[in-house]
């Protein structure tokens, strides 16, 4: 089956930049449900939402429709071309018609975000396993900075692709994937509430969804969170 125009765009921008886009693909309309389940069954009223790494949209046109009346949406990408798609997409999107202050994009890094503003929901996209260990500590840090207490964090990793990249990587590289996914797996020990495997996704993956402590507690003494929801 050929790929899509789309999918093309990402095989460049990945040759082109892999910090900035670590997908062939963007996500399928399952994933971006799994990743976006946060703000479909918030039921407190108005939330700020935070989209990390939207790439060109694909979970971003999922976040839109399901927005509640007064809740905003801050979509962060860093890649240049990526970004000036997705403002053309807020621009144009029937939902945000006579509103688009509602969603704002900004061209940065995530650790770069500038101002106050914290979030009850973050949903993130970036390439984790493209980065150093402490570049996804520094990511990981920064998202919890960001959240609320109470808030939640949905990202997601591509599932039997640790093979391909022992075969196909440097000892180096097996090393720094290995390292990213002991500093991921600590940070799921301490606050994650559920985890879901998307079979219909290309490649499958598994949304993880972490919450920050509302308290001071056992996640803040860094004691384990019971991990729920495996089956989906």
Same mark, same amino acid.
């Given at each position: /089956?050929? &790929?899509? @125009? /789309?999918?093309?765009?990402?095989?460049?921008?990945?040759?082109?930049?892999?910090?900035?886009? !670590?997908?062939? #693909?963007?996500? !399928?309309? #399952?994933?971006?449900?799994?990743?976006?389940?946060? %703000?479909?069954?918030?039921?407190?009223?108005?939330? @700020?939402?935070?989209?990390? !790494?939207?790439?060109?949209?694909?979970?971003?046109?999922?976040? =839109?429709?399901?927005?509640?009346?007064?809740?905003?949406?801050?979509?962060?990408?860093?890649?240049?071309?990526?970004?000036?798609?997705?403002?053309?997409?807020?621009?144009?999107?029937?939902?945000?018609?006579?509103?688009?202050?509602?969603?704002? *994009?900004?061209?940065?890094?995530?650790?770069?975000?500038?101002?106050?503003?914290?979030?009850? *929901? =973050?949903?993130?996209? &970036?390439?984790?396993?493209?980065?150093?260990?402490?570049? *996804?500590?520094? =990511? /990981?840090?920064?998202?919890?900075?960001?959240?609320?207490?109470?808030?939640?964090? $949905?990202?997601?990793?591509?599932?039997? $692709?640790?093979? #391909?990249?022992?075969?196909?990587?440097?000892?180096?590289? @097996?090393?720094?994937?290995?390292? %990213?996914?002991? %500093? /991921?797996?600590?940070?799921?020990?301490?606050?994650? $509430?559920?985890?879901?495997?998307?079979?219909?996704?290309?490649?499958?993956?598994?949304?993880?969804?972490?919450?920050?402590?509302?308290?001071?507690?056992?996640?803040?003494?860094?004691?384990?969170? #019971?991990?729920? !929801?495996?089956?989906?």
């Amino acid at each position: /089956m050929a &790929l899509r @125009t /789309m999918d093309w765009t990402f095989l460049t921008e990945a040759a082109r930049d892999p910090r900035t886009t !670590g997908a062939v #693909a963007p996500s !399928g309309k #399952a994933l971006a449900r799994a990743l976006t389940d946060p %703000v479909r069954t918030w039921a407190q009223g108005p939330l @700020t939402v935070l989209e990390a !790494g939207a790439g060109t949209g694909a979970v971003t046109r999922a976040l =839109i429709p399901q927005l509640h009346p007064g809740s905003s949406l801050d979509v962060v990408e860093a890649n240049p071309r990526f970004a000036d798609r997705l403002r053309r997409l807020v621009d144009t999107h029937p939902h945000l018609a006579g509103k688009p202050e509602r969603v704002r *994009v900004h061209r940065s890094y995530v650790e770069d975000l500038p101002g106050e503003q914290r979030y009850d *929901v =973050i949903v993130s996209g &970036l390439p984790l396993t493209n980065f150093t260990p402490d570049g *996804v500590e520094a =990511i /990981m840090a920064r998202y919890l900075e960001l959240l609320h207490p109470g808030g939640t964090l $949905t990202y997601f990793a591509y599932l039997g $692709t640790r093979s #391909a990249r022992t075969l196909l990587s440097s000892r180096a590289q @097996t090393r720094r994937h290995r390292a %990213v996914e002991e %500093v /991921m797996a600590a940070y799921q020990r301490r606050y994650a $509430t559920g985890r879901w495997s998307v079979w219909a996704n290309l490649p499958p993956a598994r949304v993880w969804q972490l919450r920050k402590p509302c308290r001071a507690g056992r996640e803040e003494r860094g004691e384990p969170h #019971a991990v729920t !929801g495996t089956g989906r």
